[in-house]
């Protein structure tokens, strides 16, 4: 199988990337820091093909795809797993760039390479979607605002997306997972600020980047008449805050 994974240079992509290879599947790496992927490609050998892309930039995304080499051209499994938080500040206090480029990573480019792509499997009449959402784009939190309302985008595209592939043989997948340690996560969201993003992860059992690419590897080896249209998972430590008041 081919997957195409972006925002394979760290966390849950790189796991992912990992498994796949080991399982002997190929991997289209994609993300903006090649030497990470290159380094990667040294490991893992020919299965895995690094590819530079930025997926914020739409417009470069349609020649990357049909540049692939002929090997690596049908893509079977698309993961839209580039993504990032930046700040924890409320609205009020956000920076105005910090929400463009979140809309412009997590929202226009999953689109645009999901434009460039999608038409290839309905073609074939056969591939799988999944992309990464995360709880934030349900559970509303203090300081999510634009980052939880990109995922809630995430969200209703893959509902919406099975819903046009009625009759195809296309699965949609969004994968919503919670609190996860061990990524890059939490050191993007904090701007580089390390100590803040280790205290999110203080005094309790969370996920992993492992454990997230272990549920990608069983979507992707998961039977292919099975659609799971939805999956929420989060560490047992973790769960609704419920609603608040804010007393006089
Ligand atoms: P990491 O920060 O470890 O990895 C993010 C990956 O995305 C990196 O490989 C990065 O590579 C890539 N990336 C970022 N911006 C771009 C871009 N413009 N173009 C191409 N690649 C890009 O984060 P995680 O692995 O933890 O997160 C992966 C996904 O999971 C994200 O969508 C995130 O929102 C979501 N998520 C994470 C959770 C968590 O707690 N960790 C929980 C729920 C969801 P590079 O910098 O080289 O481009
Ligand atoms: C990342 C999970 O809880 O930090 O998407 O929003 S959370």
């Known amino acids: ?132 959402g995360s709880i934030a784009g349900s559970w509303p939190y203090y300081g999510g605002n634009v980052y939880g309302a990109t995922k809630a985008f995430v969200k209703q595209f893959s509902l919406n997306l099975r819903a046009d592939l009625l009759g195809t043989q296309v699965r949609v997948t969004n994968l919503e997972p919670g609190n996860v340690a061990g990524t890059e996560f939490s050191n993007v969201r904090y701007h580089g600020d390390d100590e803040k993003a280790a205290k999110v992860y203080d005094g309790f059992k969370t996920m992993s980047g492992e454990d997230i690419g272990d549920i990608l590897l069983w979507l992707i080896e998961s039977p292919t008449h099975i659609n799971v249209n939805r999956l929420e998972v989060m560490p047992v430590a973790q769960t609704y805050n419920g609603l608040t008041i804010a007393k006089d």
């Open 1 to 132: 199988m081919n997957v195409l994974i972006t925002g394979a240079s760290a966390g849950f992509g790189k796991a992912l990337a990992e498994k796949l290879v080991a399982k002997g599947h190929c991997v289209i790496g994609c993300a903006r820091r090649l030497e990470k992927l290159e380094a990667m490609a040294n490991e893992l050998g020919e299965l895995f093909l690094p590819v530079q892309m930025d997926v914020s930039d739409t417009a470069s995304l349609p020649k990357i795809i049909a540049d692939l080499p002929a090997n690596f051209a049908q893509i079977d499994v698309l993961v839209n797993n580039a993504g990032l938080a930046l700040g924890t500040e409320p609205a009020q206090n956000a920076k105005f760039d910090d929400w463009m480029q979140m809309v412009d990573t997590n929202v226009k480019g999953l689109m645009a390479l999901t434009h460039a792509i999608l038409p290839t499997m309905v073609q074939r009449n056969s591939g799988y979607i999944i992309n990464v």
